[in-house]
């Protein structure tokens, strides 16, 4: 989609492409945008970076959609920077069908020589997988963890490779034959029942001191518990009693998994 300086939001047939819209799905999946949003808000609240977003109205009575902006564009006609965004199949090789294979390990021995910011990347990576694990999101897969690389004009080399923001995340468990989703990643072994020793274990194997491990957690561990508590949307985006069923069992899920986490 194209939204323009006006506001107007429409195809990008013919203009730019800046924003994604993802709009509601059918058979139990009609509140799929909003648990999406809340998951970006969520990841907000906990210190990570995440794409601007909003839900937006559509015609026809339908639930709301979830718009999301661009964040591997260039900001506008004045912005020289190149950018260049790569999953993390492609790192490692593999087909999009591959999606699901590999540990959080062999992402993070890939991106340990290839960001500009190892130790930063590595600690980002471990929250990244931390908060997944808190929210009960089951599609933290290789195509949906990526770098971003940013070259400056005139030269011959990226001078900035960065772990991307967090996007396309969200609570799976709530949603129908998805109700036992484990991680789509294995870490130290297990895909579930995580606790913070596994987290602990990947982090110094990858390189990172266990202390600052454990803060890294301490940190996100606190910041989603206040993320969790203040978060405030707008009524009329509860759409129908199946919207409002999701929210619930969302907040149920990431409220149990805070508390019991050790």
């Given at each position: 989609m194209f939204l323009g300086e006006n506001g107007v939001l429409q195809p990008a047939t013919g203009l730019p492409f800046t924003h994604i819209l993802k709009p509601a799905g059918t058979s139990g999946f009609e509140s799929l945008p909003l648990v999406e949003w809340i998951g970006l808000a969520l990841a907000r609240g906990s210190g990570l970076e995440v794409p601007d977003n909003a839900l937006v109205a559509m015609p026809d009575g339908l639930p709301p959609a979830?718009?999301?902006e661009r964040f591997d564009i260039r900001t506008g006609p004045q912005d020289t920077l190149m950018l260049a965004m790569e999953d993390m199949c492609s790192v490692l090789d593999l087909e999009p069908k591959d999606k699901y294979t590999g540990t959080i390990e062999r992402v993070a021995r890939a991106i340990r020589p290839l960001s500009t910011a190892?130790?930063?990347?590595?600690?980002l990576l471990l929250q990244r997988a931390l908060?997944?694990?808190l929210i009960a999101d089951g599609e933290m897969h290789l195509k949906n963890m990526a770098i971003l690389k940013?070259?400056?004009?005139?030269e011959q080399a990226?001078?900035?490779v960065r772990v991307a923001p967090v996007y396309d995340t969200l609570t799976t468990r709530v949603f129908p034959r998805l109700e036992h989703d484990r991680m789509a990643l294995k870490l130290n072994g297990k895909d579930e029942r995580l606790r913070r020793s596994d987290f602990v274990a990947v982090a110094t194997l990858a390189g990172l001191r266990?202390?600052?491990?454990?803060e890294a957690i301490d940190q996100l561990l606190q910041a989603l518990k206040g993320a969790i508590e203040g978060l405030v949307f707008p009524a009329q985006c509860l759409y129908g009693p199946h919207a409002e069923a999701a929210v619930a069992k969302v907040f149920e899920l990431c409220r149990g998994r805070v508390e019991s986490f050790d």
């Open positions: 979830l718009l999301v190892p130790e930063d990347d590595l600690r908060f997944a694990w940013i070259a400056y004009p005139g990226f001078r900035s266990a202390g600052d491990a454990n």
